[in-house]
């Protein structure tokens, strides 16, 4: 089983627990935050895990629901872990959002995308052409943090323990030129070299498969081997993206994913088809 330590899903994890705990207490939001004299809004941003929460806090929410003993100090012992620093907390000032958090912890991704190579399999000169055309306004050393950030998460495709990728990439993507004939050359073999490994699989949705499922755009769906850790579901957009976590919603989009990977061409004649695509460049 995968378990890779990331602050930001432990603090995910505690705030369902703490969510399970006052349902079973049968106290709502407003009652909690009431009793604790502090707003609404952060008991909700604690649950949902959008925000830290110090063991104090805990201490004082369990109380409140009538949770103590050795229940109560392994989940003091969780929020004192999700203080802690991931690596990419250095990158804080052009990073926003959990998404890396998420993504260090996870055991699989499934991944559509209609316009842009996954970050996991991006080259560098790729990455930082996307990275210059997306923040134009961005200095040439928050560009260089960024990139930098970016090829450091591809480690999870090569240490011990790697994460099961698959990606569907639409055609789309492979006749739009970014960064010039060179950028995409290098890319579409990084991508070819990246589908050797056994646990990168890449697949290609074709013009001729006509209209299908995920036409409403990109979305990546992490998982988690532990049962503690629910999966989720990223949409991403110009805002930064949506977490999407309700069963019927992830449900929605396993179903989705899929029903594209049926759709596309089998693995081996996409990256034939990525390999020829890279020569005639």
């Known amino acids: 089983m995968t378990v890779r330590p990331s602050p930001t899903v432990r603090r995910r994890r505690l705030g369902l627990e703490l969510r399970r705990l006052r349902e079973t207490a049968g106290l709502t939001i407003e009652v909690v935050a009431d009793r604790l004299e502090c707003s609404s809004s952060k008991i909700s941003r604690i649950e949902t895990g959008h925000t830290g929460v110090t063991p104090r806090d805990v201490r ?13 100090e392994d989940l003091v012992q969780v929020a004192r872990d999700a203080r802690q620093k991931g690596w990419w907390h250095l990158y804080g000032t ?15 991704i499934h991944s559509y995308e209609v316009q842009v190579i ?14 210059r055309t997306g923040r134009p306004e961005m200095s040439d050393s928050d560009v260089d943090r960024r990139v930098h950030v970016r090829m450091a998460r591809q480690s999870l495709l090569v240490q011990d323990d790697p994460l099961d990728l698959w990606v569907v990439l639409d055609e789309t993507m492979f006749h739009r030129l970014v960064g010039g004939s060179t950028v995409m050359r290098e890319q579409f073999d990084h991508v070819v070299d990246s589908a050797a490994q056994p646990n990168v699989t ?11 499922v995920a036409m409403e ?7 988690y081997d532990e049962q503690a ?3 989720v579901v990223f949409a991403e957009n110009a805002a930064g993206g949506l977490f999407l976590e309700k069963d019927e919603e992830l449900q929605r989009y396993q179903y989705i994913f899929d029903h594209l990977r049926a759709s596309a061409m089998p693995p081996d004649e996409s990256i034939a088809y990525i390999a ?3 020569k005639e460049l």
């Not at 890449?202 to 299908?212: I, R």
């Open 60 to 72: 004082d929410m369990l109380e409140v629901y009538g949770i103590d003993g050795v229940t109560a």
């Open 229 to 231: 850790d629910p999966d």
């Open 217 to 223: 755009g990109s979305f990546t769906i992490l998982g």
């Open 202 to 212: 890449v697949q290609v949705l074709p013009f001729s498969s006509g209209a299908h």
């Open 118 to 131: 996954p970050g996991l399999l991006q080259t560098q000169n790729y990455a930082r052409v996307m990275i």
């Open 276 to 278: 020829a695509r890279a």
């Open 94 to 108: 052009v990073l926003t959002g959990a998404y890396v958090g998420l993504e260090a912890a996870a055991s699989s």
